[in-house]
């Protein structure tokens, strides 16, 4: 059974940078591909950026090019997400999902980011 | 970029009802169309792939339609345990994958 594990909730100053990692059992990442969406307060999903499955290339929404950075530790199946240059309305829930093709078979927990000062 | 819309935003039903919630894209997404539930404090869970291709271990009374622009996720008789939000998501031009507004299905 597939399981995505993510670290724990963090509060976060605005400016500074968040890093949420995203553990998997059962299958690399990399070849299923594995995306990151968010989900303000009450709001809907926001995809965010993703690695193409079948190690394809990272693939980022334009409104968080420049802040946000998806890699991945192949020998801890481990993904992360970094998210830079934070602001208020960053606070949201985080999750990873292991991708088949580009819809979301495996979801994390979710991570809780809060931005406050 | 594709914009999905959704309708109603909201829906309130009873349980055993018939529910039919719709999904619209901007433009063609083929049959690139997934459908996810969601339950307050919890992830979102798949339910349709393919536009009409169940996930595993979903319930036969989930069923999903269309292609190209319109689509429509089916709930034949609708259970307690389904009261949630539903999100449709196109995956057929990307990036960005894009998300609807959700649909919440209420008592």
């Known amino acids: 059974q597939v399981q995505l594990v993510q670290s724990g909730a963090e509060v976060k100053k605005p400016g500074s940078s968040v890093k949420v990692s995203c553990k998997a059992s059962g299958g690399t990442l990399r070849t299923y591909g594995v995306s990151w969406v968010r989900q303000a307060p009450g709001q809907g999903l926001e995809w965010m950026g993703g690695i193409v499955p079948l190690f394809g290339p990272v693939k980022y929404a334009q409104s968080f090019q420049g802040r946000l950075t998806i890699t991945t530790d192949e020998s801890t199946s481990t993904a992360y997400m970094e998210l830079s240059s934070l602001r208020s309305d960053d606070t949201a829930v985080y999750y990873c999902?292991?991708?088949?093709?580009?819809?979301?078979?495996?979801w994390g927990q979710g991570t809780l980011v809060t931005v406050s000062s | 970029e594709i914009v999905m819309t959704q309708s109603p935003a909201t829906l309130s039903v009873s349980p055993g009802e018939r529910v039919t919630l719709s999904c619209r894209a901007s433009q063609s997404v083929r049959s690139n169309l997934a459908w996810y539930q969601q339950k307050p404090d919890q992830a979102p869970r798949i339910l349709i792939y393919g536009a009409s291709n169940r996930a595993t271990g979903i319930p036969a009374r989930f069923s999903g339609s269309g292609s190209g622009t319109e689509f429509t996720l089916t709930i034949s008789s609708l259970q307690s345990e389904d009261f949630a939000v539903y999100y449709c998501q196109q995956y057929d031009n990307w990036p960005p994958i894009t998300f609807g507004p959700g649909t919440k299905v209420e008592i």
């Open positions: 999902a292991r991708a088949l093709g580009a819809w979301f078979n495996y």
